[in-house]
């Protein structure tokens, strides 16, 4: 289906809008009529929820035809791999089709994403005995992808400040000195291309340094919070493994669970959440008063929408308390799937006037600002 065909976009929406407008658009043959009764087999739900019945027969994908696993094989082949990972998330997650995660067979042809890591972590209480070692594997796959593309930026962000007055032999990109660069090859200016030949690399040397601070990290489990728990879990262990670093974990809604003892492992962190729907941020920060033994060095993070389920009074006396401390105080807001920050605003903007520092910001910018507060 190319642009130059004039019925293109005509195929388009009938693909978009389903079998229903077969009657006005017409039909779809080849890999098209694929695509349709791949997409129906899915999306036909809607029609479902209305009681529209969608017809059976020879080809048909309807759900008394094809297993969830077919039609995941045949959707994989049909559909590009951005557009099969959306499909796939609407399944377990818009129309609940656990099946697909009944069958260790299934789980071999999921693609390990973040979507189907919240999916695993709301299935797996209710998974099988024979299951759960499958989806930790999965689970697991996914985490560490996050962590290699956290790790660095971590490493970074706290490998020293840049001595511009020490050179270094060891190349980094991080660590080029552009300025002393330039300066040492002006020699090999080049007229006729107006260009300066480099063979003389600069590069400056990190002063590495003590850190002994301590992060106590605050994180709210309700369900609108699921990418900021695996974030925060995997940035934990990350920094749970820098020397000096001390850190301490709490997930909480309604209720406080104390992960700090899982910490090096983030997937046991995960497996530790309940997803849940209340919130009592004030009695959580309460209970990580207890973690605060230095206050000068130490940083406290609290990872939330802010939107308080109890009476704020709780929470406002206990950031206080710990700002009269000279405890370094950060909350984060959650990010919508466009990156955007949803809060609580009346809340975060009183804890702003309490001595929080609160905005947002994605993982790597928060190892960026930690580093930069525990200088």
């Known amino acids: 289906?190319?642009?130059?065909?004039?019925?293109?976009?005509?195929?388009?929406?009938?693909?978009?809008?389903?079998?229903?407008?077969?009657?006005?658009?017409?039909?779809?043959?080849?890999?098209?009529?694929?695509?349709?009764?791949?997409?129906?087999?899915?999306?036909?739900?809607?029609?479902?929820?209305?009681?529209?019945?969608?017809?059976?027969?020879?080809?048909s994908l309807d759900p008394t035809q094809m297993k969830a696993l077919d039609w995941l094989g045949e959707a994989r082949k049909l559909f590009p791999q951005s557009v099969f990972e959306v499909m796939q998330d609407h399944a377990l997650d818009r129309y609940g089709l656990t099946d697909l995660l009944s069958d260790p067979k299934t789980l071999d042809s999921l693609e390990p994403n973040q979507e189907l890591l919240k999916t695993l972590l709301s299935f797996?209480?209710?998974?099988?005995?024979?299951?759960?070692?499958?989806?930790?594997?999965?689970?697991?796959?996914?985490?560490?992808?996050?962590?290699?593309?956290?790790?660095?930026?971590?490493?970074?962000?706290?490998?020293?400040?840049?001595?511009?007055?020490?050179?270094?032999?060891?190349?980094?990109?991080?660590?080029?000195?552009?300025?002393?660069?330039?300066?040492?090859?002006?020699?090999?200016?080049?007229?006729?291309?107006?260009?300066?030949?480099?063979?003389?690399?600069?590069?400056?040397?990190?002063?590495?340094?003590?850190?002994?601070?301590?992060?106590?990290?605050?994180v709210d489990q309700s369900g609108s919070m699921t990418d900021s728990i695996i974030h925060s879990a995997v940035m934990a262990a990350i920094l749970s493994g820098l020397p000096g670093v001390k850190v301490s974990m709490v997930l909480f809604d309604t209720s406080i669970i104390d992960v700090t003892d899982k910490l090096t492992d983030p997937l046991e962190t995960l497996l530790s959440v309940q997803l849940g729907g209340g919130t009592n941020i004030g009695r959580a920060v309460e209970y990580c008063e207890r973690f605060v033994d230095t206050p000068e060095r130490t940083v406290f993070v609290l990872i939330s929408d802010f939107a308080?389920?109890?009476?704020?009074?709780?929470?406002?006396?206990?950031?206080?308390?710990?700002?009269?401390?000279?405890?370094?105080?950060?909350?984060?807001?959650?990010?919508?799937?466009l990156g955007d920050p949803y809060l609580d605003k009346q809340?975060?903007?009183?804890?702003?006037?309490?001595?929080?520092?609160?905005?947002?910001?994605?993982?790597d910018r928060l190892a960026i600002w930690l580093a930069e507060v525990m200088r």
Request: net charge positive; proline share 4%; aromatic share 6%.
């Open 308 to 337: 308080e389920g109890a009476s704020p009074r709780r929470l406002y006396q206990s950031v206080a308390r710990m700002n009269e401390a000279k405890v370094r105080l950060i909350g984060l807001s959650a990010l919508d799937d």
């Open 1 to 59: 289906m190319t642009s130059s065909d004039p019925n293109h976009a005509k195929r388009r929406w009938r693909l978009a809008l389903g079998r229903y407008s077969e009657r006005q658009l017409g039909g779809l043959s080849g890999q098209e009529a694929r695509a349709d009764r791949a997409l129906d087999y899915l999306y036909g739900r809607e029609y479902d929820r209305r009681g529209l019945h969608r017809p059976s027969g020879p080809g």
């Open 347 to 363: 809340i975060a903007g009183r804890l702003a006037g309490l001595g929080m520092h609160v905005g947002a910001m994605t993982p």
């Open 124 to 218: 797996h209480g209710r998974a099988s005995p024979d299951m759960k070692e499958k989806l930790r594997q999965v689970a697991d796959a996914v985490i560490q992808d996050v962590m290699r593309r956290l790790h660095t930026d971590v490493q970074r962000a706290f490998s020293g400040r840049r001595n511009p007055f020490k050179r270094s032999h060891m190349a980094s990109a991080a660590n080029f000195d552009w300025r002393g660069t330039l300066r040492r090859n002006l020699k090999n200016y080049d007229p006729e291309t107006g260009r300066i030949i480099a063979d003389d690399l600069r590069f400056v040397s990190r002063e590495r340094r003590r850190l002994p601070w301590s992060v106590i990290l605050c």
